[in-house]
């Protein structure tokens, strides 16, 4: 895979993983997720990995020449980032 292409196809799969999260994340009225709380926890995690790497790779891709697709792919890719920390923390907030 080219380099060129590693943040928009982070940005890709970081979308997946979100939508996948937040959709089995919900609870039915026992309580009980749609999906199991460990499986959350890795696809966050791996959510946010993927998307760090393509925020950095993102940005140095703007260092080297800043083109809209660049600057749009690194910002979107920090932001997902961020989200993906945050669901993860949440997650863990109702394992304690």
Request: net charge positive; glycine share 8%; aromatic share 10%.
């Amino acid at each position: 895979m080219k380099k060129e292409l590693y943040p928009s196809v982070a940005l890709f799969l970081g979308s997946v993983l979100l939508v996948a999260v937040t959709l089995g994340g919900k609870t039915d009225p026992q309580g009980l997720s749609t999906l199991p709380l460990l499986t959350l926890l890795l696809m966050s995690e791996f959510g946010f990995f993927v998307t760090a790497i393509g925020a950095y790779a993102g940005a140095r891709q703007c260092l080297q020449k800043i083109t809209f697709r660049n600057l749009v792919s690194a910002v979107s890719n920090l932001v997902l980032a961020v989200l993906f920390a945050q669901l993860g923390l949440r997650l863990w907030a109702t394992v304690i």
